[in-house]
């Protein structure tokens, strides 16, 4: 069971990257800063920022609901901070539409941000393929996609069987609390 994504924190943080980059920028560079964000703060703190699900697909992971967010769009029947500040894909960028705020970071996950951004922001969107071509829990999935759990990404990050087990736990945990309270 995994904790709900977080499409409130997915949103501000792509705002916080997208404003570091001046508004605007490719949304597959997008989508692979938010992945090395959230894939950091799973093995530094054992919490992602987004508690989106993890896919491999052909140009690396990436963030399955905040991927679906940008090239299917919101359905218009829904309340979506997304829709509200960042704009469908036009020449592959997206942009700021809108002010977002920043109220659901933490000052650690916005300081991650942009330590992401600083370590990797200069890089064009193919470099930014390759290198995540280069984690040990990516899989290439041809023409698909294939989950990447926790664990993996937990284990790969430097983590001992024993301390992913944990943390993977006590995510279950907040899954069971985010049904049970909200």
């Known amino acids: 069971m995994r904790p709900q994504f977080r499409e409130d924190k997915a949103t501000q943080a792509a705002a916080v990257l997208l404003r570091g980059r001046g508004g605007k920028m490719n949304y597959m560079k997008l989508l692979k800063l938010l992945y090395f964000a959230d894939r950091e703060a799973l093995v530094r703190w054992g919490r992602p920022i987004t508690y989106d699900a993890y896919v491999s697909m052909r140009n690396g992971p990436v963030l399955s609901r905040t991927h679906e967010m940008i090239s299917e769009g919101v359905p218009p029947d829904r309340t979506s901070l997304w829709r509200d500040c960042i704009s469908q894909p036009a020449d592959y960028s997206v942009c700021l539409i809108a002010d977002c705020p920043t109220d659901q970071l933490s000052t650690a996950e916005e300081e991650l941000l942009a330590e992401v951004l600083r370590e990797y922001g200069h890089l064009n969107r193919w470099q930014l393929v390759d290198l995540c071509h280069t984690l040990p829990e990516w ?17 790969a990050g430097g983590k001992s069987d024993a301390e992913a087990a944990d943390i993977v736990r006590e995510l279950e945990a907040v899954a069971v609390a985010d049904i049970l309270f909200r």
């Open 139 to 155: 899989t290439d999935p041809g023409d698909s996609a294939i989950p990447i759990d926790y664990e993996t990404i937990l284990r």
